[in-house]
């Protein structure tokens, strides 16, 4: 697995395809870029698939200080990573808070994204209650994480032990990578420009209503949902998800194909 070099602590990626447009997956809070795992043949058929694992998961650097782990360093990792493989523009897709900073990165750097993928995502708050009641949860695991290790992380489709090195960058993470600041994302959904599919799990409940209000806020979105899926669509129905995306990447690329 390469690694990619940052001040803040080294980026371990993975490339999977050696030609066509860059894709760039970016994996939710605990998990790491194994949970894409199950997606990497279909979606490299076409493009240059690059998955990652964000500053405290998996193979990627730990640091000891928090503000090492913010949302600004992890745009900032995403930058990098790109410009390091040539790419000027990328789909990106992600799931859960890597599609939220899939969204970050978007209105950030609306220059450098020709589509998004949104798994199992949420667009964050407006109301300032909400985003703090989202903090406080997010502390809460951070607290878990401390007092059990990795134990407080618990079992799911894109969780799997072994992962992680240890809780401390978990930790972190949920601190500040995980934790939201402004509305500045919800705010910023009608300025999305380019085109988008919205995947949800059918029995993603926390998660259907962010699907519909995301699918009706940025112009020309697309919805999925998947049936008898979770949180994680992409691992426990992966066929019906690579061929979802797969069918939205080929109309980039084909407009034509579209039905």
Do not use: C
């Amino acid at each position: 697995m390469p690694v990619l070099a940052r001040p803040a602590g080294d980026i371990h990626y993975q490339v999977t395809g050696g030609t066509g447009p860059v894709l760039m997956l970016t994996h939710g809070y605990g998990a790491t870029s194994a949970m894409f795992g199950p997606n990497l043949a279909a979606l490299a058929a076409r493009h240059r698939v690059v998955t990652w694992d964000l500053r405290g998961h998996g193979r990627s650097g730990y640091p000891v200080d928090a503000a090492d782990y913010s949302a600004a360093n992890a745009l900032a990792d995403m930058g990098a990573l790109l410009a390091e493989l040539d790419g000027a523009q990328a789909v990106l897709g992600g799931h859960s808070l890597g599609g939220f900073l899939s969204l970050d990165f978007a209105l950030t750097f609306p220059d450098r994204v020709s589509a998004l993928v949104l798994i199992g995502t949420g667009p964050g708050y407006r109301n300032d209650a909400a985003r703090e009641d989202w903090n406080r949860r997010a502390h809460a695991t951070a607290a878990r994480l401390a007092e059990r290790g990795l134990a407080a992380l618990g079992s799911s489709a894109e969780l799997h032990s072994g992962e992680h090195r240890d809780a401390s960058g978990l930790i972190h993470a949920a601190t500040q990578t995980l934790t939201q600041r402004d509305a500045h994302v919800i705010d910023g959904l009608p300025h999305i420009a380019v085109p988008t599919l919205v995947v949800v799990g059918a029995d993603d409940t926390a998660f259907l209503g962010a699907a519909d209000y995301m699918a009706a806020k940025i112009p020309g979105a697309r919805k999925v949902v998947v049936p008898a899926a979770g949180h994680a669509p992409n691992v426990s129905r992966p066929e019906f998800f690579n061929a979802e995306v797969t069918r939205f990447l080929t109309e980039l690329s084909e407009p034509e194909a579209r039905s």
